[in-house]
């Protein structure tokens, strides 16, 4: 399943399969990004960042994808699977401050 | 151990009345931070202290004013209560002040005004 576009407030996902969620984001100076994940009654836990200098990051099942050319991050998760289901923001670092983008609502489908 | 921790976690109160919220982290950071998560979930900072000094404030109402005794403790106090301050106010962390590191955040508290 894929979010597309600026923002998709929903992403259905079947269980196993790869999610990728999308995120547009607003300033050309921002040179750290985050990706976080939110779990109903709980704060936000990161997943995993990624430096302006860099175009990939993988981590345990995730990966990052960075294009500053059309200010466009990524984040994958492999093999998806039912505790994935959560609120996923991005949040881009810029004035020394973390700005967050609007959620997208992932529900896996078993 | 939790690393970033907030009192109280759910919160109800009447228009017009003055309450406090509590954060404290155990991470030995330097920043913390004050979020407000709104009904459709956006996440908007608040304020941000370094090292007790008050380093962001993002335009918020003179009614909220944050204070930190310490680097580990940064308190938010509202006056004067609306309805339109029912959220979810989240506290968070990071090492060092340009947030070049990613950011720790509490469990949140879920204000209510009536």
């Known amino acids: 399943g894929e979010s597309v576009g600026l923002h998709l407030p929903t992403l259905s996902v079947q269980e196993g399969d790869n999610s990728i969620i999308n995120c547009a984001y607003s300033n050309s100076a921002s040179d750290y990004f985050i990706w976080y994940k939110q779990e109903s009654g709980k704060g936000p836990q990161f997943i995993i960042d990624?430096?302006?200098?860099?175009d990939k990051r993988q981590g345990q099942r995730v990966t990052v994808l960075l294009n500053k050319t059309v200010k466009h991050l990524s984040l994958q998760i492999a093999a998806t699977q039912p505790g994935d289901s959560a609120v996923y923001f991005c949040?881009?670092?810029?004035?020394?401050?973390?700005?967050f983008g609007a959620g997208t609502t992932v529900t896996v489908r078993a | 151990d939790t690393a970033v921790s907030q009192t109280p976690k759910y919160l109800v109160t009447q228009m017009g009345n003055d309450k406090s919220i509590k954060c404290e982290q155990n991470?030995?950071?330097?920043?913390m931070y004050w979020y407000k998560q709104d009904s459709k979930k956006f996440l908007k900072i608040m304020f941000s202290?370094?090292?007790?000094?008050?380093?962001i404030n993002e335009t918020v109402p003179n009614r909220f004013s944050p204070k930190s005794p310490d680097k580990a403790h940064l308190n938010l106090h509202i006056n004067s209560l609306e309805l339109g301050d029912s959220a979810v106010y989240f506290c968070?962390?990071?090492?060092?002040?340009?947030?070049?590191?990613?950011?720790?955040f509490g469990q949140g508290t879920r204000l209510t005004v009536v």
């Open positions: 202290y370094n090292n007790k000094e008050l380093i």
């Open positions: 968070a962390s990071s090492q060092g002040q340009f947030m070049n590191t990613e950011a720790f």
């Open positions: 949040a881009e670092k810029a004035d020394y401050k973390l700005s």
């Open positions: 990624i430096r302006s200098n860099m």
């Open positions: 991470l030995g950071h330097d920043t």
